[in-house]
C-alpha cells in the first residue's frame, strides 16, 4: 500500500514528525537517487529511500535486535542520558517503539536484546521466567570466604530485606582470588534482574566491581562474530534459543 515519504520516515528512523520534515526540507532525503522535499510524495512499494546518504529499508516492524553493547552508553530513550544505546540502530532497523529487553549499566558491556515486540520482551524480563544471565566480572578487593556459596543460599543485601535468589558464583582459580589483595575475576549467574544487581552482591561479598560483561542470556551466548557497538536482526535459531 502507498505511504507518504513523512510516514514512512517516521515509522522507521523514530524520528519525530518535526524532524522527519526538517530533514526532507533540508535536502538530506533522496526517493530513487533524486532529492525529494515533499512531505507527502506517495511512495510504490520498492522506491529507494536515502536520509543522508543512508538507504532506509522497510523492514518489519516487529523487529527484534541481538547487540554487543559496548560501554559508555545508556540503556535509555532520555535525551539527557546520551549517548543511547538507540543512536547505535542502523537507520533500516530503527523504530519508535523499540525498547531493550531489561537494561545494562552504561559502563556494562555485553549482550542484550532490542524488540518492538512487546510480548517477547516481556517473555524476556518476566520474573516468572526467570532467566539465567551470565555475567564476567573483574573485581577489586577481597571476596569474603565463602562466597560462592553464600551466593547458592540466596546472598542478602545490606539494604533489602528480600534474599536474592539462589545463583551460581564461579571463582577464577578458586581459592586463589580469595586470598589475593587486589580483586580477581569470576563469573556470576543469575535468574533474576535487580537494580545493579551484579554490582550489589560483588559489594555485599566484601569486592568492588570493575569491569562487567554479560556473555549469556538462556541457552543464547553472544556470538563471536558480532563486535562491539554491532546489532543485527535476531535469527529464529537464536529467538529459539531465547523462549527454550
Ligand atoms: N548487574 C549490574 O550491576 N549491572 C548491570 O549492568 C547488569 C547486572
Same mark, same amino acid.
Given at each position: 500500500m502507498p505511504e507518504a515519504l513523512d510516514a514512512f520516515l517516521t515509522r522507521r528512523t523514530g524520528w519525530t514528525w518535526a524532524d522527519v520534515r526538517r530533514a526532507i526540507q533540508c535536502r538530506r532525503v533522496q526517493v530513487q537517487g533524486v532529492v525529494c522535499?515533499? +512531505?507527502?510524495?506517495q511512495l510504490g512499494g520498492d522506491e529507494t529511500v536515502e536520509l543522508d546518504g543512508a538507504h532506509i529499508l522497510d523492514g518489519p516492524d516487529h523487529g527484534t535486535l541481538i547487540c554487543h553493547k559496548p560501554r559508555g @552508553?545508556?540503556?535509555?530513550?532520555? &535525551?539527557?542520558?546520551? &549517548? !543511547?544505546? +538507540?543512536? !547505535? @540502530?542502523p537507520p533500516a532497523w530503527r523504530h519508535p517503539n523499540l525498547q531493550t529487553a531489561g537494561r545494562l549499566d552504561r559502563d556494562t558491556t555485553g549482550l542484550i536484546i532490542l524488540t518492538i515486540d512487546g510480548r517477547f520482551q516481556i517473555s524476556l524480563?518476566?520474573?516468572?521466567?526467570?532467566l539465567w544471565k551470565r555475567y564476567r566480572i573483574r573485581y577489586s578487593g577481597t571476596l569474603a570466604a565463602g562466597a560462592s556459596e553464600q551466593v547458592a543460599a540466596g546472598l542478602v543485601l545490606a539494604d533489602e530485606p528480600r534474599p536474592c535468589l539462589p545463583a551460581r558464583l564461579t571463582l577464577e582459580a578458586p581459592g586463589v582470588a580469595e586470598l589475593e589483595a587486589d580483586g580477581g575475576q569470576a563469573t556470576l549467574e543469575l535468574c533474576e534482574g535487580r537494580h545493579h544487581q551484579v554490582k550489589r552482591m560483588i559489594a555485599a561479598l566484601g569486592g568492588r566491581v570493575t569491569d562487567l560483561h554479560r556473555d549469556r542470556i538462556g541457552a543464547l551466548t553472544l556470538p563471536?562474530? !558480532?563486535?562491539?557497538?554491532q546489532m543485527r536482526a535476531l535469527s529464529a535459531a537464536q529467538r529459539s534459543l531465547l523462549l527454550a
Open positions: 522535499k515533499r +512531505y507527502h510524495r @552508553v545508556a540503556c535509555s530513550h532520555a &535525551p539527557g542520558d546520551q &549517548p !543511547l544505546i +538507540y543512536d !547505535l @540502530v524480563t518476566a520474573p516468572e521466567r526467570a563471536d562474530d !558480532l563486535a562491539s557497538g
